[in-house]
Nanobody
Framework: QVQLVESGGGLVQAGDSLRLSCAAS????????LGWFRQAPGKEREFVAF????????YYADSVKGRFTISRDNAKNTVYLQMNSLNAEDTAVYYC????????????????WGQGTQVTVSS
């Protein structure tokens, strides 16, 4: 079992940057693929970024490609999401999640979820 705790959210202005962190418990962290998702008010949860167990497979939603970077540190049991050039459309609760699949772009692919961290971008 994996427990995930996100941090790093906050209120920023358009054009600013934020780095989200997701700390995981459990000695099997490195065996999981990890993803970041977000959910804006009144909208469905959407995929943001994916990274496999060793970082050799990474991909992003088109809406964040070139602005966001996902990375992981297996020694620290932590996954990160560096978000640059933020805009109002990035406002959402951001969730990290763990999957046993080698590729996992869908919500249903993930078994474990964090509680989320709010990111608000003012324009």
């Amino acid at each position: 079992q994996v427990q995930l705790v996100e941090s790093g959210g906050g209120l920023v202005q358009a054009g600013d940057s934020l780095r989200l962190s997701c700390a995981a418990s459990g000695r099997t962290f490195r065996t999981y693929s990890l993803g970041w998702f977000r959910q804006a008010p009144g909208k469905e949860r959407e995929f943001v970024a994916f990274i496999n167990w060793d970082g050799s497979n990474i991909y992003y939603a088109d809406s964040v490609k070139g602005r966001f970077t996902i990375s992981r540190d297996n020694a620290k049991n932590t996954v990160y999401l560096q978000m640059n050039s933020l805009n109002a459309e990035d406002t959402a609760v951001y969730y990290c999640a763990a999957s046993t699949w080698r590729t996992a772009p869908l919500v249903r692919d993930y078994r474990y979820w964090g509680q989320g961290t709010q990111v608000t971008v003012s324009s």
